[in-house]
Structures are given as C-alpha cells and as structure tokens.
C-alpha cells in the first residue's frame, strides 16, 4: 500500500472566529503567504514548510506535485501523471478518483517559497514553488553530464567531481597548457562503424577544456571531426577563442571558434558542425601512403578574449 498523502492543517480557534483577518504577511517557519491560507474545506492554522512540502509529493512517484492536483473523496492526493497511471483508482483507498481537483493544497503551493535543490551546489535563491522547477532546469549550479563520447554514462556532478571521474574511470589524458598536439591514428579507415572516439582534457587559464576527436557519417559520407567544449557555463565559455590546424602532403586544414559549453552534447555540438571537420577522401590524402591506414595531426591553441 502507498503512503498516504492528506490535508490536515487545523486550529481549533479558527473554528469558531468570524473575524476578518489582516491582510499582512504571514510566515509559518519558511513558508510564506501572500495572505492567510483559506479554502473552503481546509481549516487555518499553523504548519511547518517540510510538512507542506511533504503534502506535495506524490505519494507513488514521489516527485512534487503541480496543477493540476488530484484526490480522491477521501482525501488522498496524487499528481496528474500517476492519476492515468494508476486507472483512476485511489491506490491508498481504493476509491475511484474521478476529477476532484484538490484546489486547497494547490492554492497552498502558490504562496509557498522554496530553496533550489541545488543549494548544496552553491544555488542561495528562494523561488516560488510554481517557479522552482523552471529555475532549477537551467540553475548554474545544477550538476553536470560526463563529457566522455560514445557511452552513455549516468555519472553527474560538478566540474571537479567529472574530471577526477574521466581520470579515473575513463582513464582520460589530462594535460597542463594551452597548445596541443595530438595524432590520431586508425588501422581500417574505411570502417566508420566502429567509431573513433577520443577525448583529452587541458588545464589552461585555470580552466578544464574537453578536446574531442570523433568519427560519424553524414550524408552517407564518412568523416572526422575535432571541436573543444568548456567545462563550466557557457557565459564563460565565450571569453575563450580556440583553433585547429589539421595538414600533410601538402595540404591544410584551419578552424577558429569559441568554445561550447559541456551543457551542449557534444552529439549537438557534432550535428551543428561547430568544429574541425575532415571528410575520409581528405583525411586519407592527408596521411599519405597507400590509403590503407589514417594518420592525422592535429595541433591547435586556446586563448583568453580581451
């Protein structure tokens, strides 16, 4: 059986009272109204802002609830997308649920005023509950994806926190500076499928910078392609410039850019085409011989806009 979730806020003195209540504010320990709370069906009184909040989650999927709210006749609350998930049956009771909009407890979330979940990040804004949620997709304090291509790793964290992980459990180059030089070298070029993927982290202007080396088709034909991407917001990211020079026999190949944040994907990043890109019939005349096999040399720069 599920917890139960209820309204239960009730002063006895409320009861009885035909007084009109001022219209100043109201501050129940960090819940804070606009104006006192009144709703037909739910009494005045005093509560705590844990136990509001722990009134607005849903009691299967536990996430916070939004408009609309929904309850059964017996009280138990549940958020709109379990409602359809559980057939329109109470899962506490086992009351058919109906349309009854608990109209009380979404009143209540209205006034209420919540720290970012990312406090602990460093996030010190109070939000509005209806406004929280929207602040905390976009909070620049909110954890990072691992940078790290071709795997779907779940780990999340701060900048810190991802580059001990890509050392350690990608087992990622780290180096110190603001040049590169790296060769990349394939036996089979010609096997696309079995995609290149090659990331190197630089400490550079006490910034952590991703260069990324990648394989993919577009359009049917197969090409590689090299961009950085800034480990922090991408605000900051636009103070940086860097470039790319891939040549041989010959020929060369130049690129300038800012930088994209690891906010962006680097699949976004790789569709936007915001890098170095290099088709496989000038990559191979680059590295020379007989086609067999890919040697490329990529060096390139970072530097900090005035």
């Keep these: 059986m599920f917890p139960v979730s209820r309204i239960c806020m009730e002063d006895p003195k ?3 009272s035909d007084e009109e209540e001022p219209s100043t504010l109201n501050e129940f320990g960090n819940v804070h109204l606009d104006k006192p709370f009144s709703a037909p069906g739910v009494k005045r009184g005093l509560f705590s802002s844990s136990s509001v ?6 009691p299967i999927c536990t996430n916070s609830m939004y408009p609309p709210i929904y309850q059964c006749p017996n009280g138990h609350t549940l958020c709109s997308n379990c409602k359809l998930r559980v057939h329109n049956q109470c899962p506490t009771c086992r009351h058919d649920l109906g349309n009854i909009r608990c109209l009380a407890l979404e009143k209540v979330a209205g006034s209420l005023e919540l720290p970012c979940k990312h406090q602990a990040m460093g996030c010190l804004g109070i939000f509005l509950y209806y406004e929280k949620l929207k602040h905390e997709q976009s909070c620049k304090f909110r954890p990072y994806n691992c940078p790290y291509a071709g795997s779907e790793c779940p780990i999340t964290g701060d900048t810190q926190m991802i580059i001990t992980h890509l050392r350690n459990d990608h087992k990622v180059d780290m180096h110190d500076g603001c040049t590169f030089n790296h060769r990349y070298v394939k036996a089979n070029p010609h096997q696309v499928e079995n995609a290149t993927w090659m990331l190197t982290v630089f ?3 006490g910034q952590h910078f991703c260069l990324h080396f990648e394989a993919f088709v577009v359009e049917m034909a197969p090409v590689y392609m090299a961009f950085l991407r800034f480990m922090g917001e991408d605000d900051e990211a636009k103070k940086f410039c860097y470039s790319l020079e891939v040549g041989g026999n010959g020929r ?3 690129w300038q850019g800012v930088p994209r944040s690891i906010r962006d994907g680097h699949k976004k990043v790789r569709n936007n085409h915001d890098g170095l890109i290099i088709h496989r ?5 680059f590295s020379g011989g007989n086609h067999q096999e890919l040697k490329l040399r990529i060096t390139g720069r970072i530097w900090k806009e005035e």
Excluded at 281 to 285: G, R, T, V
């Design 203 to 205: 400490n550079c202007f």
């Design 53 to 58: 909040h722990e009134l607005l989650e849903c």
């Design 14 to 16: 409320a009861e009885d």
């Design 252 to 254: 060369k190949l130049l």
């Design 281 to 285: 019939s000038m990559a191979l005349s």
